[in-house]
């Protein structure tokens, strides 16, 4: 059964701090996707980034940047210099296998989140 | 282009009445999710389509609830009657199948509670 976790329930940085959270998955298959959104107060789920497990390649996105590590069967994500603008509950996510053939759109497992409070 | 269109976005109702949310997928995605959102058990899908058809409702709790999509532009989520453990937020989404693009945009969510 596929599995997301994220241990990190809430977080509290003050601004300009770097942060890291977690996500761990678990999973049979060897072909799979890993997302993170990001859920601000208004409570919008808004896409941040997809990786496919056949690129370990870390991905920098201006603050963001992302670590996906398939020895630990982790996929964490790291906020630069973070902002008051960057508190939200952050959701990593896991595509279900079962939908693969299909191609397109996939099944996902939510993580239950990492509530983020950047602090002035 | 407009993003996913729900509503209503919130919703308050007595235990036992009907209650119908409605979603509007982005024009030319062909694959939409419902999904429910709560503390305890957070972000869990409840059925998709792909072209209108359902492809896998297992996620749908119960009996009560019930999913249509009787066109590409239009989908609604029922559930009779309501529950007081209903009370959730219910968020639509939709996507398509393109080269590379896997990202399912989520609507703005309705908020349901059911007294």
């Known amino acids: 059964a596929q599995k997301v976790t994220q241990a990190q329930t809430e977080i509290s940085v003050v601004e300009k701090e770097d942060v890291t959270l977690d996500c761990v998955y678990e999973?049979?298959?060897?072909?799979?996707?890993l997302f993170w959104y990001k859920q601000p107060p208004s409570g919008e789920l808004v896409f941040l980034i997809r990786?496919?497990?056949?690129?370990?390649q870390n991905e920098i996105s201006g603050r963001y940047s992302w670590n996906f590590q398939k020895s630990t069967s982790s996929f964490n994500f790291t906020i630069t210099a973070s902002q008051v603008v960057d508190s939200a509950v952050y959701f990593c996510?896991?595509?279900?296998?079962?939908?693969?053939?299909?191609?397109?759109?996939?099944?996902?497992?939510f993580g239950k989140g990492t509530k983020l409070t950047v602090n002035p | 282009d407009a993003g996913v269109i729900q509503s209503p976005r919130h919703e308050v109702t007595e235990m036992g009445q009907e209650v119908t949310l409605r979603c509007k997928p982005i024009?030319?995605?062909?694959?939409l999710f419902w999904y429910r959102q709560t503390m305890m058990r957070g972000l869990e899908l409840l059925i998709y389509?792909?072209?209108?058809?359902?492809?896998?409702d297992s996620g749908m709790p119960e009996d009560r609830f019930s999913a249509k999509m009787p066109n590409a532009s239009f989908s609604t989520l029922k559930i009779q009657p309501s529950e007081p453990r209903d009370s959730a937020v219910y968020f639509c989404?939709?996507?398509?199948?393109?080269?590379?693009?896997?990202?399912?945009?989520f609507g703005p969510g309705t908020r349901l509670t059911v007294t």
């Open positions: 989404a939709s996507s398509f199948e393109g080269e590379g693009s896997y990202e399912q945009y």
């Open positions: 999973t049979r298959d060897t072909t799979y996707y």
């Open positions: 990786r496919n497990s056949f690129d370990e």
């Open positions: 996510a896991l595509s279900d296998h079962a939908y693969l053939t299909q191609g397109g759109s996939e099944k996902l497992v």
């Open positions: 024009s030319g995605h062909d694959y």
């Open positions: 389509f792909n072209n209108n058809v359902p492809i896998d």
